[in-house]
């Protein structure tokens, strides 16, 4: 799926949900008919032009918000089933390790946030570790 959140759509908050969830209703939630056009319907919605367009028929002034009736109707170049699904083809595995890399990425805050503070307070002791230094860090490890 593919999240666009409906308000301030000038601020960019175009995403691929890499997991299943639940959102308010300022996000719609997007995924193509047609599987094959996946990539293509990814990146439109993270262009310039989808979002400007969005912009430009957002309704209010501190917080302008485009409805779902409105961006329904803006028009999109078809590729056609073919080319769409060559371009599925080629952009797709680079969306999927994105998403890939994006859930490793939160696994990996999540390990640091909790054991940073144990490592604080001293509650887990690196002491006995053989802790092998990168080069680029070799000169720092050794004057420490």
Same mark, same amino acid.
């Given at each position: ?9 000038? @601020?960019? *908050? ?7 969830? !639940?959102?308010?209703? #300022? !996000? ?22 989808? &979002? ?9 002034? *501190? ?12 028009? @999109? ?11 599925? =083809?080629?952009?797709?595995? &680079? ?7 994006? &859930? ?8 640091? =946030?909790?054991? @940073?503070?144990?490592?604080? #307070? ?23």
């Amino acid at each position: 799926d593919i999240l666009f959140s409906t308000i301030r759509p000038y @601020l960019y *908050k175009v995403n691929m949900a890499p997991f299943k969830g !639940v959102t308010n209703t #300022s !996000v719609m939630v997007l995924r193509p008919r047609i599987p094959e056009y996946r990539a293509f319907v990814t990146m439109t919605l993270f262009m310039n032009s989808t &979002i400007a367009w969005a912009d430009q028929y957002s309704a209010g002034t *501190k917080m302008p918000v485009i409805s779902w009736n409105v961006f329904q109707k803006m028009e @999109l170049f078809d590729p056609g089933s073919c080319l769409a699904a060559q371009f599925n =083809d080629l952009v797709s595995p &680079i969306l999927d390790q994105i998403n890939s890399l994006s &859930i490793l990425n939160r696994r990996l805050a999540q390990s640091r =946030d909790m054991l @940073l503070p144990r490592l604080i #307070s001293g509650k887990l002791s690196v002491e006995n570790l053989d802790i092998q230094f990168p080069p680029s860090m070799e000169e720092v490890a050794h004057a420490a």
